[in-house]
């Protein structure tokens, strides 16, 4: 399965950018739960938003929370992460994955379940 994530870039604080996480034809994203995750420099993976299969759960990290939001375009295969009111530490590079196991949600959350991964993209928000 490839997973193509885009649409990072530096930004100055406060702030838009929307990440996009497109599959490889074949695969049908609103099939699985999905993830975004981040990783900044000298830190551990944290998970940032995911949305289920039905939609109905979705984890949002504290940080995150009245920011960011996660969206599906089923048409376009595509699951967007849009990213408001950026602070310098939401710096870091940013991951799709995708869990096609059904993994318990708590897994799904941390990255630990997610079975498929995009290339990630750089998000750098300057001061």
């Known amino acids: 399965v490839q997973l193509q994530a885009s649409g990072g870039g530096l930004v100055q604080t406060g702030g838009s950018l929307r990440l996009s996480c497109a599959a490889a034809?074949?695969?049908?994203?609103?099939?699985?739960?999905i993830g975004w995750f981040r990783q900044a420099p000298g830190k551990e993976r944290e998970g940032v938003l995911c949305i289920s299969k039905s939609g109905g759960s979705r984890y949002y990290a504290d940080s995150v929370k009245g920011r960011f939001t996660i969206s599906r375009d089923n048409a376009k295969n595509t699951v967007y992460l849009q990213m408001n009111s950026l602070k310098p530490e939401d710096t870091a590079v940013y991951y799709c994955?995708?869990?096609?196991?059904?993994?318990?949600?708590?897994?799904?959350?941390?990255?630990?379940?997610?079975?498929?991964w995009g290339k990630g993209t750089q998000v750098t928000v300057s001061s």
């Open positions: 034809s074949g695969f049908t994203l609103d099939y699985y739960a």
């Open positions: 994955a995708v869990d096609t196991r059904r993994s318990a949600w708590s897994t799904v959350v941390s990255g630990v379940g997610m079975d498929y």
